[in-house]
């Protein structure tokens, strides 16, 4: 179960995330950024956070605070506070991409955006922070999903700080020659630290549990399971504490980020093994589709480990880092929470819609609110374009690259649509539809019944 306790503002996370990743779609659509502009221009790092803030972790966070109760237990520490956090991650992220704009002087108002993002987004995350590191602390010791989460809490800790140094350094608030130093070689570290750490170790620990529950596999938490997550969170330390400490001490970042990079791949390895292991020891033999789309998006993560390897093999990993960062974002991590996002909100809505009345009156089942065949030409859709729009940029085809994201944007604007039919009832039979008792719930907002 994925627990009784709904969390309320969840699917207004979901609802934020959504757009921002249609916006950041229509956008690569139109030849917006990379590859039409350079990889450090305004535009592309308007783009990269589009994503990573307003889509990705706009998603996790709406996630994490319904799923971190689940996973230890205890119910979430604040029920109030993730709105006040929305708000400030919302007005955050607008004032970071406003000053992007303005430092590429595409934005010509005379206004302190740099600053205000760093205040909103520190304010925004340090909730977050606060409100599920106090949800975990009461459950020590924790369960080994929820450990890979504390990991990736700490990550995103850790991204926020580069991403505040650099947005004070460009935004001439400070010119501290060490701050500077960090601006100058710590951008790969924040987005290790960002798309390794928070957003992919979290997702990690979220799937053990996710993935065995909805295909009911044995819960896993050996041995092998918890050497992925030290080599894991020991692979993380030496990118973002040992790369950190290299800046400062002025030697190469190369030797330590190649330690962090085998220590990862060793992590990848062992996660590959139990997610093999979870999808073979199933009792559900016919499998759902968020199950089954989950295993494209696991695909899209040891496809980019195997990228990473042969680029930098090859010497041009620097060269490919775009397309290695696009296929992490999009052929993993969005193709992950699209998948699970078509299950989670099937589920909560069934859960805030008929929970209530189970017992009492017939019910749907919670597969009843949605209508797979119809969904799966949508998903097959997305990861067809994501793979092709991968290829497009490793072969430097520009065109081919927008044709490709205009197919994603498609795909997503077809599974957004499946999600809003959940969440109105609209796949529910009539006669099963609104028994006594039952309405249609809001669309941006879950009614929680407190027992
Ligand atoms: C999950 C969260 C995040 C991820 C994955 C992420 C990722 C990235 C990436 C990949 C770049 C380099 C992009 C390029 O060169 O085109 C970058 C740069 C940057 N990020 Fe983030 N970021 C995140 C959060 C943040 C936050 C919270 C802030 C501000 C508080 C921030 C501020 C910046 C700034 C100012 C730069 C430009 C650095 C420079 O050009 O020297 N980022 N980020």
């Known amino acids: 179960m994925l627990g009784a306790t709904l969390s309320r503002w969840t ?28 990889v450090e221009s305004a535009q592309t790092l308007v783009l990269v956070h589009l994503v990573a803030l307003g889509w990705l972790s706009l998603l996790m966070c709406g996630a994490l605070f319904q799923f971190v109760p689940v996973l230890v237990a205890r119910p979430l520490y604040s029920d109030s506070l993730p709105l006040p956090t929305l708000a400030c991650l919302v007005l955050g992220l607008a004032a970071l991409l406003l000053g992007f704009l303005q430092m590429g002087g595409i934005v010509s108002i005379t206004f302190a955006f740099f ?79 960002g798309l390794g750490g928070w957003l992919t170790f979290t997702a990690m620990g979220v799937t053990y549990r996710l993935l065995a529950m909805f295909m009911l596999a044995p819960e896993l938490g050996g041995p092998r399971s918890r050497a992925g997550f ?15 400490t290299a800046i ?42 968020n199950s089954r789309m989950a295993a494209f998006a696991m695909g899209g993560l040891a496809a980019s480990a195997i990228l990473i390897a042969v680029l930098a093999a090859l010497g041009i990993l620097a060269q490919h880092a775009a397309a290695v960062v696009f296929l992490v974002a999009f052929g993993w991590l969005s193709g992950l929470g699209l998948a699970k996002l078509y299950k989670i909100a099937a589920f909560l809505t069934w859960l805030e819609c008929y929970g209530p009345v189970l017992g009492k009156t017939a019910t749907p089942r919670v597969q009843d609110l949605a209508v797979e065949r119809r969904a799966i030409r949508w998903f097959l859709l997305y990861f067809l374009a994501v793979w092709a729009a991968t290829a497009a940029l490793l072969l430097e085809m520009p065109m081919l690259f927008q044709a490709c994201t205009g197919l994603m944007l498609i795909a997503s604007l077809g599974i957004i649509v499946q999600l809003v039919r959940i969440r109105r009832l609209v796949d529910v039979s009539v006669t099963m539809r609104l028994p006594p008792g039952v309405s249609v719930p809001r669309l941006l907002l879950c009614s929680v019944q407190h027992d």
């Open 11 to 38: 699917m207004s996370y979901f609802a934020a995330a959504l757009i921002a990743l249609v916006v950041a779609e229509l956008l690569m659509t139109l030849g917006y950024g990379y590859p039409g502009a350079p």
């Open 115 to 193: 600053p205000t993002a760093a205040a909103l987004l520190a304010i925004g995350f340090g909730l977050v922070l606060w409100n599920l590191g106090r949800t975990l602390w009461t459950a020590r010791p924790l369960p080994l999903p929820a450990r890979f989460v504390a990991v990736g809490l700490c990550s995103i800790a850790a991204t926020v700080t580069f991403g505040i140094i650099f947005t004070l350094v460009l935004g001439g608030v400070t010119d501290n020659p060490h701050l500077v130093d960090v601006v100058a070689s710590g951008v790969p570290l924040h987005a290790i630290a």
């Open 230 to 244: 030290y080599c894991g969170t020991a692979a993380l330390a030496a990118a973002i504490v040992g790369g950190g």
């Open 248 to 289: 400062c001490l002025a030697v190469s970042l190369m030797l330590v980020l190649v330690a962090a990079g085998l220590l990862g791949l060793c992590a990848l390895l062992l996660y590959g093994a139990d997610i093999l292991h979870l999808y073979r020891a199933r009792k559900r033999r016919v499998i759902e589709l």
